[in-house]
């Protein structure tokens, strides 16, 4: 599945990335559908510390790292200078930065219809900072900041995002990177602002075993806490996975049980939240049964 995906490496060896870190495996097809022709706009995030020190960073691309808050609106400017034409300026911001904190500067870029890609890796948490609650946490998980598991409802970017009508956004995950990387190279060949929202695990912040990150990012799908769809011309298409999930989920417990940021939760609680969102989803994709998304 992965054959017709260039050989040609963007993120180098000897990043300084976590083992089992998915925002560098998503990072990896991202640039790769991206091409040399990209330039990487970076708030403060983890992904700044993983390019390592210069000169010897491991981004094969130019990168501008800049404020938390600032990075839709610096990847406007650079767009809109004359000597960029033609190039792919792509943030890549945290859930952090791209939730809680750039979400201004994201939403006027979106306005302005500026010509970039927005692409939120989303690890549910600051990670880069010591595992905080950011937005994006789902309930009942632990971070540093609710050592006893959320108690509330996370932020629903992509609905906040999508009332924007951008030109093009997406959800996508590091553990399908075959949909992401057609994701991107459909992102980039369109005119105006994209946005796509990437799931990636965090095996530090999620307290699971390193090997499990594809593992886990493939359940969060199957089990419907995360979709995979596109919107476009003011439309929601499932892709296949999720198309799957709804018809018969894979049992939620299977994707709990692994990560210990989950320990003690309110599991019964926590499927009430994934059920509400599959019948939201169902009702943004014009479906109205488990079997009308299996067609």
């Given at each position: 599945?992965?054959?017709?995906?260039?050989?040609?490496?963007?993120?180098?060896?000897?990043?300084?990335?976590?083992?089992?870190?998915?925002?560098?495996?998503?990072?990896?097809?991202?640039?790769?559908?991206?091409?040399?022709?990209?330039?990487?706009?970076?708030?403060?995030?983890?992904?700044?510390?993983?390019?390592?020190?210069?000169?010897?960073?491991?981004?094969?691309?130019?990168?501008?790292?800049?404020?938390?808050?600032?990075?839709?609106?610096?990847?406007?400017?650079?767009?809109?200078?004359?000597?960029?034409?033609?190039?792919?300026?792509?943030?890549?911001?945290?859930?952090?930065?791209?939730?809680?904190?750039?979400?201004?500067?994201?939403?006027?870029?979106?306005?302005?219809?500026?010509?970039?890609?927005?692409?939120?890796?989303?690890?549910?948490?600051?990670?880069?900072?010591?595992?905080?609650?950011?937005?994006?946490?789902?309930?009942?998980?632990?971070?540093?900041?609710?050592?006893?598991?959320?108690?509330?409802?996370?932020?629903?970017?992509?609905?906040?995002?999508?009332?924007?009508?951008?030109?093009?956004?997406?959800?996508?995950?590091?553990?399908?990177?075959?949909?992401?990387?057609?994701?991107?190279?459909?992102?980039?060949?369109?005119?105006?602002?994209?946005?796509?929202?990437?799931?990636?695990?965090?095996?530090?912040?999620?307290?699971?075993?390193?090997?499990?990150?594809?593992?886990?990012?493939?359940?969060?799908v199957r089990c419907g806490m995360w979709f995979l769809y596109e919107y476009?011309?003011?439309?929601?298409?499932?892709?296949?996975?999720?198309?799957?999930?709804?018809?018969?989920?894979?049992?939620?417990?299977?994707?709990?049980?692994?990560?210990?940021?989950?320990?003690?939760?309110?599991?019964?609680?926590?499927?009430?939240?994934?059920?509400?969102?599959?019948?939201?989803?169902r009702a943004l994709a014009g479906i109205e049964n488990a079997k009308e998304?299996?067609?």
């Open positions: 599945m992965l054959d017709d995906i260039p050989q040609e490496e963007y993120l180098l060896k000897g990043n300084t990335a976590c083992a089992g870190c998915g925002a560098m495996l998503a990072l990896r097809y991202i640039l790769k559908a991206a091409g040399p022709n990209t330039i990487i706009v970076n708030p403060a995030c983890c992904s700044t510390v993983c390019q390592g020190t210069y000169p010897k960073t491991a981004y094969g691309v130019p990168v501008l790292n800049i404020a938390f808050a600032a990075a839709a609106a610096a990847a406007d400017g650079i767009a809109s200078a004359r000597r960029n034409k033609g190039k792919n300026i792509i943030v890549f911001a945290g859930d952090g930065g791209t939730v809680d904190i750039g979400i201004q500067a994201l939403s006027g870029a979106i306005e302005r219809n500026a010509n970039i890609l927005y692409i939120c890796y989303d690890n549910e948490a600051y990670s880069n900072t010591g595992m905080q609650k950011s937005g994006s946490t789902p309930y009942g998980a632990i971070t540093t900041t609710t050592p006893t598991g959320r108690k509330d409802s996370k932020k629903d970017i992509d609905l906040i995002i999508m009332a924007h009508r951008p030109k093009y956004m997406a959800s996508a995950s590091a553990a399908y990177p075959k949909d992401l990387y057609e994701k991107v190279r459909k992102a980039l060949s369109i005119e105006g602002t994209k946005f796509i929202h990437v799931l990636c695990p965090c095996p530090s912040g999620w307290r699971y075993s390193t090997e499990k990150t594809v593992e886990l990012g493939r359940l969060a476009e011309d003011g439309k929601v298409k499932l892709n296949a996975p999720t198309k799957a999930a709804l018809k018969r989920p894979a049992p939620l417990a299977d994707y709990v049980k692994p990560q210990g940021r989950f320990k003690g939760v309110n599991l019964e609680r926590l499927q009430k939240e994934v059920d509400e969102e599959m019948e939201r989803i998304a299996s067609g």
